[in-house]
């Protein structure tokens, strides 16, 4: 096993007594996309400021590339791209132009910036682009070049706290192909996500936090083989209905989940637990049957739905 990149024991951080991260060890290695789901206020972006040693934490440990944050933040920086929750973008500049300013603020020569600019723009699929205003790109274009532009300095490590919010679908399958060559070139990922496909699709290996402490980890298969059965069948009655529907299929399936919206009933065979409803008498208004995600895994560990 290679030497992890980071490396958190017992990770803290208050604010005044209210612990934001609660105690939270991991360990990621290089060239792996590793991921932290869980829901708004989960601690992800809390994590994530420490990790990019912008923030220090309150107790623990945190071992960035061999060094300390709290000791090393300007080196530990300089091997790291950061694409926060939020774009910051120079409107000001032009598209290109906010590439080359940040390869100086790194201390990159012209040259190095120009043709690394042009590089990443390619990557990005916005050379034509080049001579833009920001302020004219769309979401995921703005996205794209945020991400552009923190692998200027060709970072080791990259941190993206909630890549594709507020993207449509579309936007957020080409940043995710992006990312996957990134992750095939090697860099490590480090990403924070409530959208529980975009964890399955991106990362090798996960931690479920909620209420600034990790639930459960490991890879998205084997989290759902350990926490969820092979099928889920989904049931909407009307939620009106739901309680009485709820006493009514009592016994069917390994597990029932009664939410305000649907019914859940967890198997391995979904086809035959449908046909126990549909054998006791009651007509669902939408019925499916599905693989369990990474959504039922959540459920099972925190009794609360991901999707607010
Ligand atoms: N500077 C701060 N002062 C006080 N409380 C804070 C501060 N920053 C974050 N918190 C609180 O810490 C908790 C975790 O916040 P954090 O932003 O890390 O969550 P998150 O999982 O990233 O969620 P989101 O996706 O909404 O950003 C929240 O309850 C938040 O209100």
Not at 274 to 287: F, K, M, Q, Y
């Amino acid at each position: 096993m290679p030497a992890p990149v980071i490396t958190a024991a017992d990770l803290t951080k208050k604010y005044k007594e209210f612990a934001a991260v609660d105690g939270i060890s991991f360990e990621i290695a290089p060239g792996e996309a590793f991921g932290f789901l869980g829901p708004n206020g989960a601690g992800k972006s809390t994590t994530m400021r420490m990790v990019g040693a912008v923030s220090t934490r309150t107790s623990g440990d945190l071992d960035i590339l061999g060094l300390d944050p709290n000791q090393n933040g300007p080196e530990i920086r300089s091997q790291l791209g950061v694409v926060p929750q939020q774009d910051n973008l120079d409107m000001e500049l032009r598209v290109r132009d906010n590439l080359i300013v940040y390869g100086r603020y790194f201390g990159m020569s012209r040259a190095d910036c120009a043709r690394k600019a042009d590089e990443l723009l390619e990557f990005a699929q916005l050379s034509d682009r080049a001579k833009a205003k920001v302020d004219d790109l769309s979401g995921g274009m703005k996205r794209r070049l945020t991400i552009a532009r923190s692998l200027m300095n060709d970072p080791r490590i990259l941190l993206l706290d909630e890549p594709t919010t507020g993207l449509d679908p579309q936007a957020r399958h080409i940043l995710w192909d992006r990312l996957f060559r990134l992750k095939e070139q090697g860099t490590t990922l480090v990403l924070t996500t409530h959208y529980m496909d975009e964890a399955e699709q991106l990362c090798d290996r996960l931690v479920v936090v909620d209420k600034g402490t990790i639930m459960a980890e490991g890879s998205p298969a084997a989290l759902i083989a350990e926490y969820s059965t092979r099928e889920v069948v989904e049931l909407r009655f009307g939620s009106d209905r739901n309680a009485a529907v709820a006493v009514e299929i009592e016994g069917v399936g390994d597990r029932i989940e009664v939410l305000p919206d649907r019914i859940l009933i967890y198997s391995n065979d979904g086809e035959a637990e449908l046909a126990e409803v549909t054998r006791r008498g009651l007509e669902p208004i939408t019925s499916l049957v599905r693989r369990s995600s990474l959504e039922d895994v959540f459920l099972r560990l925190t009794g609360r739905s991901l999707i607010e």
